[in-house]
C-alpha cells in the first residue's frame, strides 16, 4: 500500500546534528509538494518544512530556518530534513507528509492527504 516512513531520529546533544529520512512506497510522489511537521509533547503538530513537487521551491517556519534543510530526490521517491544546532526545545516527534494531490499545496487547510508514522527526535541540554 501507499505509505510514507520516517527514520533517522534518536537522541542528540544541544547543538548536535541529525538527519531524517522519508521513504515513500506504492507509487511516485513526483508533482506531489511534500514536507515535515512536529509535535512535542502537550503541543499542537506544526509544520517545520517543505518543498514544492519539482523540489525548487523550499518554505521553513521561522523556528527552523537557518538550521534546519529539507531536500528530495524523485527518482528514489525519497526526502530528507538536515537538522543542523539542535536545541532542546527542538525536541518532538517529526512526521513526514505528502500532499493529498499533484500540485497541492501542504500549507492549506486538507492539503495533507499521507502522514509517515513518526520519528522521536530528543535533544539533551
Known amino acids: 500500500q501507499v505509505q510514507l516512513v520516517e527514520s533517522g531520529g534518536g537522541l542528540v546533544q544541544a547543538g548536535g546534528s541529525l538527519r531524517l529520512s522519508c521513504a515513500a512506497s506504492?507509487?511516485?510522489?513526483?508533482?506531489?509538494?511534500m514536507g515535515w511537521f512536529r509535535q512535542a509533547p502537550g503541543k499542537e503538530r506544526a509544520f517545520i518544512a517543505g518543498t514544492s513537487w519539482s523540489g525548487g521551491t523550499t518554505v521553513y517556519a521561522d523556528s527552523v530556518k537557518g538550521r534546519f534543510t529539507i531536500s528530495r530526490d524523485n527518482a528514489k521517491n525519497t526526502m530528507t530534513l538536515q537538522m543542523n544546532n539542535l536545541r532542546p526545545e527542538d525536541t518532538a516527534v517529526y512526521y513526514c507528509?505528502?500532499?493529498?494531490?499533484?500540485?497541492?499545496?501542504?500549507?492549506?487547510?486538507?492539503?495533507?492527504?499521507?502522514w509517515g508514522q513518526g520519528t522521536q527526535v530528543t535533544v539533551s541540554s
Open positions: 507528509a505528502a500532499a493529498s494531490h499533484p500540485f497541492q499545496s501542504i500549507l492549506v487547510s486538507d492539503g495533507i492527504g499521507y
Open positions: 506504492g507509487r511516485p510522489f513526483v508533482n506531489y509538494a
